[in-house]
């Protein structure tokens, strides 16, 4: 068996475990033979049972294919496109499984645009996790490129031309990645490299008359036996499903949009004309009699980018609906009852002849692609969503944050749908608003499209993120997290434990380096000072105000609450978790009495916890409060920022354990700094009775996202500055 054999047959098997229902996962497991072909009806039960059918065909007949070669990548892009819109986590588990197995490396050859491609789903990968080690070598590979450019010729005898993309196949291949990477980093110099190098390939190949490409240099002066130019179907349908898949990530307010979107209408209309009635193409666009033989792969990336124009709006639905529609019935047609799509040109030069029962995996590729658009098409077709503008205000990159909008009357149970990709985004219901993360460059407007789950065939299974809860099991802790970082505080049993005898309202730390939730795994195990692979507490919070604990002064010194007395749980995920916190009445000095609840809210994607809380006090006028981070022995970093109203501290290192950054933000203003007791403490007054709102968090060393207190306090600095700029959301 080889290598790439024997990994997707794991993936496959690992994710099997996963499942939810008791379906059959792969068609192996399935009886040898279905009852009937699958249905070439567009409606979005018919076209995701389809799209199933044969993407587990192809998992339990994967190809012999290098795992990373370009062949498996246009597969594995199809696959994610399912996995967005599948109610099974399986698809999504086969792509993580295969990147492990690949360490997230992209193809051997290091300037070839065929071995960029499998970053494509690395970077969509890492969209949804945030784990950074998926795009950590593809981000190295691409930095060394633009340091190292390659200016040669485009000639294809000449050799080292490929360093470039000199052939048309090259601009699916590449150009996505680099756009992915820039979307995800915000770093304008991979798309400015992929918009560059663009068009310089399509001044090169692009024929402006025929509005076609030619495959390479050596096509120029070729003719088919009716004399006419060369132009393959599956390379201009590689072109098509680039353009696609740039236009996916290329904001909309970029200055180069508008020259893509015109090449894709001009290519799209050309290409309309030479369907073919049976509702494919064939392999030579202009000698169609010369080549009878029906074809899978080109024909799908053509309805994959008719379909996505159509739901764009680029497209003319009268004129291309049609044509998806009759292409769609083509291509399901060409899939026989147990998946197997059939009729795929295979790899080579002039395919006028190839068994009808051929298949590859760039096949499937393209046939999942193409069924994700006409899924949305389908969904689309009698749904009225809600549209859903969000804008990014600031200056640099808002990645991995939460947008929320108030859900239109009449849509229930909504989901939301990115209207640039048909991908179902995570998202999650609070009340009257919904929340969704989203990823915007400076200045870029994103749309989305809010509609009921009932519309759909299936609702993707939510990705956990953040996770709220009372541990009665543990001397009354509570417990929170997000896909960055924990907390707990201590609740009334600890303070009569014989062993503890702990009174304390500090915030603990517990840090963490994976993006999985870790909270429940380790209080079942009973041990978490220790790193086994997800991180650990070693914060060590005790009687003081650890990190983000708020205390009243007086006369000079702290007043503290006790433990809390009452909680409750007000959402808990799969992005955001809310909950409150009673604290009973203690002593404040100056003979005054004090209660507060605190409601607790924390994001996906984010370190940083955000509190309201609300005073309740005998006697008149403010309270003093301040909001602590306990300072620990040694030589630590310590900023304090007037404008910015925050703290940010970096704590020497814990032996092996490395530093732990904790940050305090005060958006309605900061009063003063001070130190008492080893206590940090940002300060303002609180009027009993109006809400009082501060944000604190925590970051660590090993997490993998601050290396040092630079990085750390960077981040708090930017997040206080993300509070001033919120992310304008608009629906009509």
């Given amino acids: 068996m080889t290598a ?35 249905s070439a009806a567009i409606n979005p039960k018919a076209v995701l049972s389809a799209m199933e059918r044969v993407a587990d065909w192809q998992l339990a007949n994967p190809s012999q294919h290098r795992p990373d070669d370009w062949t498996q990548a246009v597969g594995y892009n199809g696959i994610m496109a399912l996995a967005n819109i599948s109610g099974s986590a399986k698809y999504r588990d086969a792509m993580i499984a295969m990147g492990e197995k690949n360490n997230w490396q992209l193809g051997p050859n290091h300037y070839h645009a065929d071995d960029h491609i499998v970053g494509q789903t690395y970077a969509e990968l890492y969209l949804q996790t945030h784990d950074p080690k998926m795009i950590a070598p593809m981000r190295a590979s691409f930095d060394d490129i633009l340091a190292n450019r390659r200016t040669g010729t485009l000639e294809f005898t000449v050799k ?84 696609v898949r740039v236009l996916q990530y290329l904001p909309e307010n970029h200055p180069a949009r508008p020259r893509f979107v015109q090449q894709y209408q001009d290519m799209a209309a050309k290409l309309l004309t030479l369907q073919q009635p049976n509702g494919l193409w064939r392999a030579s666009l202009l000698d169609p009699a010369s080549y009878p033989m029906k074809e899978s792969s080109g024909s799908a ?53 190839f068994d009808d029962n051929l298949t590859e995996v760039y096949g499937v590729g393209g046939f999942l692609l193409a069924g994700s658009e006409v899924y949305r098409m389908a969904v689309l077709e009698k749904a009225k969503p809600q549209t859903v503008s969000v804008t990014n205000p600031d200056v640099t990159l808002r990645g991995d944050e939460l947008a929320e909008a108030t859900i239109g009357k009449g849509i229930n149970q909504p989901v939301v749908m990115d209207a640039a990709t048909s991908a179902i985004v995570n998202s999650q219901v609070i009340g009257k608003q919904i929340v969704f993360p989203v990823n915007l460059a400076a200045g870029e407007t994103r749309r989305y499209l809010v509609l009921p789950a009932a519309r759909l065939a299936a609702v993707p299974p939510a990705d956990v993120k953040t996770h709220a809860r009372f541990v009665p099991e543990r001397l009354d802790d509570f417990a929170w997290e997000s896909d960055r970082t924990a907390h707990r505080v201590y609740g009334p049993a600890i ?20 993006r999985t939730p870790v909270i429940d795994k380790w209080y079942q195990r009973g041990e978490y000072h220790h790193d086994i692979g997800e991180g650990l507490d070693f914060y060590d919070v005790g009687q003081s105000r650890g990190c983000g604990g708020t205390t009243i002064l007086a006369d000079g010194k702290l007043h503290n609450s006790a433990n809390f007395s009452k909680w409750k749980v007000l959402a808990d995920g799969p992005l955001r978790s809310i909950f409150e916190l009673t604290y009973a009445d203690w002593d404040a000095g100056n003979g005054r009495k004090v209660s507060e609840v605190k409601r607790f809210s924390i994001d996906a994607g984010s370190n940083m916890t955000r509190v309201e809380t609300r005073f309740k006090a005998s006697g008149a006028g403010p309270l003093t409060v301040g909001v602590g981070i306990v300072q620990r022995d040694g030589e630590g970093h310590y900023t304090a920022n007037g404008e910015q109203h925050l703290t940010s501290y970096w704590q020497p290192p814990h032996g092996d354990d490395g530093s732990i950054g904790c940050g305090v933000i005060l958006p309605a203003g900061a009063d003063k700094f001070d130190v008492i007791d080893q206590q940090q403490l940002t300060i303002a007054n609180a009027e009993p009775g109006q809400p009082f709102v501060y944000y604190f968090g925590a970051g660590w060393s090993k997490s993998g996202d601050f290396a040092d207190a630079d990085a750390w306090d960077g981040y708090v600095y930017r997040y206080a500055q993300k509070l001033k700029l919120p992310l304008k959301v608009s629906s009509p």
């Fill in 301 to 353: 990336l053509y309805t994959y980018a008719f379909a996505w124009g159509v739901n764009q709006g680029l497209l003319d639905a009268k004129a291309f609906k049609p044509a998806v529609q009759k292409a769609w019935s083509a291509l399901v047609a060409n899939v026989q009852p147990d998946g197997k799509l059939t009729h795929v040109q295979p790899i080579g030069l002039a395919p006028k002849v």
């Fill in 495 to 514: 303070i009569k434990d014989p062993k503890e005898h702990l009174i304390s309202s500090g915030v603990d730390v517990w840090v963490k380096k994976v």
């Fill in 4 to 38: 790439s054999h024997s990994y997707l047959r794991i993936a496959v098997l690992a994710t099997v475990a996963a499942m939810c229902h008791g379906a059959p996962a792969i068609a192996a497991d399935a009886p040898a033979a279905m009852a009937a072909a699958p």
């Fill in 160 to 243: 080292g031309n490929q360093d470039r993309w000199s052939w048309c196949d090259a601009l699916y291949m590449a150009p996505p990645a680099w756009l992915r990477l820039s979307a995800i980093t915000g770093d304008q110099r991979y798309l400015d490299f992929a918009i560059s190098e663009w068009w310089v390939t399509s001044d090169y190949l692009y024929d402006k008359e025929e509005h076609l490409y030619f495959r390479d240099s050596n096509y120029f002066d070729k003719r088919e036996a009716n004399g006419k130019k060369v132009y393959w179907s599956r390379g201009n349908g590689w072109v098509m499903g680039g353009l």
